[in-house]
T-cell receptor, first 115, second 112 residues
Framework: GAGVSQTPSNKVTEKGKYVELRCDPISGHTALYWYRQSLGQGPEFLIYFQGTGAADDSGLPNDRFFAVRPEGSVSTLKIQRTERGDSAVYLC?????????????FGPGTRLTVL | KQEVTQIPAALSVPEGENLVLNCSFTDSAIYNLQWFRQDPGKGLTSLLLIQSSQREQTSGRLNASLDKSSGRSTLYIAASQPGDSATYLCAVQTGGGNKLTFGTGTQLKVEL
């Protein structure tokens, strides 16, 4: 595709449920990033993949959050036992490779609401 | 820990006015700085990327400058238009990883 795509665009769930959020990066981009944006705030880093491996997961808030990228393309962010505080927009970005001069291109985000 | 601050938090200007948005960061050891635009309920659109070795970048009516030593960047928008209304975010990539650290944004409204 032409850009980064994310599904679903909106997800409403109940407290305690499990959710999966999907990201399709730009074709050929080896680096993939997940960020979380709360209302009125800038995005906050969660995790970064280079290829299939998580190169930096220092932003994951706790062990309820997990992400995978098994084939080095599509990534899934998984949240277990969701809490109301997890409500936010989850943004995915990709860049050509890990080089420092690469722009990150963002998807439209998934708005997660935990009731 | 890198911290990014954007001033002002909100700005309202009449159409046609030139304006400057400010971004400051606490750790000057950055690889690059990106300016983004975010429309309500939408994702981020990359506007300009400045490498640490560069001092400015231009795209159309937009000009971004970078003073790494003082930890500052400005985004200059010339001849503003109502379509420029959006939230503008700056983000820096700091050594030790590829993650971006974002400011909280400046919400711009350009009025007719």
């Amino acid at each position: 595709g032409a850009g980064v795509s994310q599904t679903p665009s909106n997800k409403v769930t109940e407290k305690g449920k499990y959710v999966e959020l999907r990201c399709d990066p730009i074709s050929g981009h080896t680096a993939l990033y997940w960020y979380r944006q709360s209302l009125g705030q800038g995005p906050e880093f969660l995790i970064y993949f280079q290829g299939t491996g998580a190169a930096d997961d220092s932003g994951l808030p706790n062990d309820r959050f997990f992400a995978v990228r098994p084939e080095g393309s599509v990534s899934t962010l998984k949240i277990q036992r969701t809490e109301r505080g997890d409500s936010a927009v989850y943004l995915c970005a990709s860049s050509l490779n890990r080089e420092s001069w690469n722009e990150q291109f963002f998807g439209p985000g998934t708005r997660l609401t935990v009731l | 820990k890198q911290e990014v601050t954007q001033i002002p938090a909100a700005l309202s200007v009449p159409e046609g006015e030139n304006l400057v948005l400010n971004c400051s960061f606490t750790d000057s050891a950055i690889y690059n700085l990106q300016w983004f635009r975010q429309d309500p309920g939408k994702g981020l659109t990359s506007l300009l990327l400045i490498q640490s070795s560069q001092r400015e970048q231009t795209s159309g009516r937009l000009n971004a400058s970078l003073d790494k030593s003082s930890g500052r960047s400005t985004l200059y928008i010339a001849a503003s238009q109502p379509g420029d209304s959006a939230t503008y975010l700056c983000a820096v990539q700091t050594g030790g990883g590829n993650k971006l650290t974002f400011g909280t944004g400046t919400q711009l409204k350009v009025e007719l």
